[in-house]
């Protein structure tokens, strides 16, 4: 169950304490920005998911940050109760199977079935796109066996009992009727993305986690296994990236209106993306410190 607890009074923390943690989360091997407003300051830690399990980066300098700030916030939460478990369950097949007997040459053009029975050696299937996706994606490098970013900050948390909580919560119940209900066409653009992430291959995979331990952004942001993840995400697959966006936004607003440390863990996309997170934050004037987020602009050549 997640951590839920009221603010911090962040007003007790001495101001060196606060630049100690500061300092502490520049060590940290992962993208990291800091962002202040007045006594308030802002770490924001850009997540991605899928690192290779035998993945190595340090990860103290993260943990001493996590335990010295006011607050943790941790990404959205879909919260689900032991009737819900029993429902996803009982309607397993429906998760993992196309409906009515149909494979995936009933729904995908055909090049790009021709694309996917060529990386998974075998004719149409009859698994749903949620789990050919995952197939996919796993050629191209995803891992689920890695060790997450807000998996280790949980356990900092836990530990030393800093207020933590996610920025949102879903209700178990709503996130399962959608998983079950929603069509396959919904996810083409899912199933592409994916299939040009395995067509990538693992060493592309593992060149977007090392990317993201050196903090090279664009490069993490172009990677087709990134943009796959990000396609196959269930906010693009629902069609309410702009809901993740907004919730995003409004506990950022709220975090920099607090004094004392704030550290956040968020997707690394969502922050730098045209437009998102750091961007807006810079057009408010205020100014995000930590690695370039944009790519660099071409070379003009001389006349």
């Known amino acids: 169950m997640a951590l839920t607890t009221a603010p911090a009074v962040a007003q007790d923390a001495p101001s060196d304490?606060?630049?100690?943690?500061?300092?502490?989360?520049?060590?940290?091997?992962?993208?990291?920005?800091?962002?202040?407003?007045?006594?308030?300051?802002?770490?924001?830690?850009?997540?991605?998911?899928?690192?290779?399990?035998?993945?190595?980066?340090?990860?103290?300098?993260?943990?001493?940050?996590?335990?010295?700030?006011?607050?943790v916030l941790f990404p959205v939460e879909g919260r689900a109760s032991l009737a819900d478990v029993g429902r996803l369950i009982w309607r397993f097949r429906t998760l993992t199977r196309l409906p009515n007997g149909r494979t995936s040459a009933d729904y995908v053009s055909p090049a790009l079935e021709a694309r996917v029975e060529s990386l998974t050696g075998e004719g149409p299937t009859r698994d749903s796109?949620?789990?050919?996706?995952?197939?996919?994606?796993?050629?191209?490098?995803?891992?689920?066996?890695?060790?997450?970013?807000?998996g280790l900050v949980r356990q900092a948390t836990r530990a030393n009992r800093t207020p933590a909580e996610p920025v949102g919560i879903f209700r178990g119940d709503e996130l399962i009727e959608k998983v079950l209900t929603t069509p396959p066409e919904r996810?083409?653009?899912?199933?592409?993305?994916?299939?040009?992430?395995?067509?990538?291959?693992v060493e592309a995979g593992a060149q977007r986690a090392e990317n993201w331990r050196l903090r090279r952004i664009?490069?993490?942001?172009?990677?087709?296994?990134?943009?796959?993840?990000?396609?196959?995400?269930?906010w693009s697959v629902m069609a309410q990236a702009d809901d993740l966006r907004r919730i995003w936004n409004t506990a950022v607003d709220k975090a920099l209106a607090e004094a004392g440390v704030t550290f956040a863990?968020?997707?690394?996309?969502?922050?730098?993306?045209?437009?998102?997170?750091?961007?807006?934050?810079e057009a408010e004037g205020l100014e995000p410190?930590?690695?370039?987020?944009r790519p660099s602009a071409p070379a003009q050549s001389a006349r």
């Open 17 to 71: 304490a606060v630049e100690d943690i500061v300092v502490t989360a520049r060590r940290i091997e992962a993208p990291m920005w800091e962002v202040r407003r007045g006594d308030s300051v802002l770490i924001l830690v850009g997540s991605i998911d899928g690192l290779p399990r035998k993945m190595e980066w340090r990860t103290d300098a993260l943990i001493s940050a996590v335990d010295r700030a006011d607050r």
């Open 265 to 281: 863990i968020a997707p690394l996309r969502l922050l730098a993306e045209p437009n998102g997170v750091l961007d807006r934050l």
């Open 129 to 150: 796109m949620l789990i050919l996706s995952g197939d996919l994606m796993e050629l191209g490098g995803y891992s689920s066996g890695g060790r997450p970013v807000s």
């Open 187 to 201: 996810y083409l653009d899912c199933i592409d993305a994916a299939a040009t992430a395995a067509e990538a291959g």
């Open 218 to 234: 664009p490069a993490v942001l172009d990677s087709p296994l990134e943009k796959a993840a990000t396609a196959c995400s269930y």
């Open 289 to 293: 410190i930590g690695p370039e987020w």
